[in-house]
């Protein structure tokens, strides 16, 4: 585009140096959904496919490169929110916490012409920074009954730790129950520790001082008959 200036006797200029102007009415075409998302929180930290828990409550969303000039908007259950692109690492991160719970997550691009695309298709990530319960059931010594407890959290894995150092794992039942096994050698005055960590990395550590044994063995004799050399037993 130029212009010309023409003065009241009707003599016109030569046409201005031009400027450039690029009409762009067309909006960028729908991103691809995004898969992934980073977590840089906690003992559990990586990239992580979409359904997962997390306890980072500013996940990455992973959307890979733009095209230059283009702006990425981060849309957290259907709202647009501030969120930080990282060129680098192609992530796109709220800039403000996510609350507890499962939130659907989509994108837009926007053009240096100001066109933003419709969204993207979601990715799923569930936020969870709560850590689960754990309990120890009483542990009597000199006993082989297995050392049980309880968790809110099904599907957790819990540490046993003896008081001799050595582990044992096992994993939360649907009633909310775990067992693993006794050693046998435990003695009034130990301690047995047990951590549980859910699908998140959270954790909780619950212990149980070993108790002295109460518990009467049981006992039963055979029926005996009169003048009989058959042994008692």
Do not use: C, M, R
Not at 176 to 199: E, K, Q, R, S, Y
Not at 209 to 222: E, G, K, M, Y
């Amino acid at each position: 585009i130029t212009y010309t200036i023409t003065d009241p006797a009707g003599n016109t200029s030569v046409p201005s140096d031009p400027i450039q102007v690029i009409v762009d009415t067309t909006a960028p075409t729908k991103p691809t959904a995004p898969t992934d998302f980073v977590d840089n929180q906690g003992t559990d930290q990586g990239t992580f496919p979409g359904g997962t828990q997390t306890d980072d409550t500013t996940p990455g969303i992973v959307i890979g490169p733009v095209a230059p000039g283009e702006t990425p908007k981060l849309i957290v259950d259907g709202v647009e929110v501030p969120s930080i692109y990282n060129p680098t690492t192609g992530t796109l991160t709220p800039v403000n916490p996510l609350t507890e719970g499962p939130h659907d997550i989509t994108y837009t691009i926007t053009d240096p012409a100001g066109n933003t695309s419709v969204p993207s298709d979601p990715i799923q990530v569930i936020v969870d920074t709560t850590a689960p319960s754990l309990d120890i059931n009483p542990i009597e010594a000199d006993s082989s009954t297995p050392i049980s407890g309880t968790s809110d959290e099904i599907g957790a894995v819990v540490t046993v730790t003896y008081p001799n150092g050595t582990t044992a794992t096992a994993t939360v039942g649907t009633d909310g129950t775990w067992t693993v096994a006794n050693p046998g050698n435990l003695v009034d005055g130990g301690i047995v520790t047990a951590t549980v960590t859910d699908p998140s990395g959270n954790t909780a550590t619950a212990t149980e001082t070993v108790s002295p044994d109460v518990t009467a063995p049981s006992l039963d004799i055979n029926p005996i008959e009169a003048d009989s050399s058959t042994p008692i037993s």
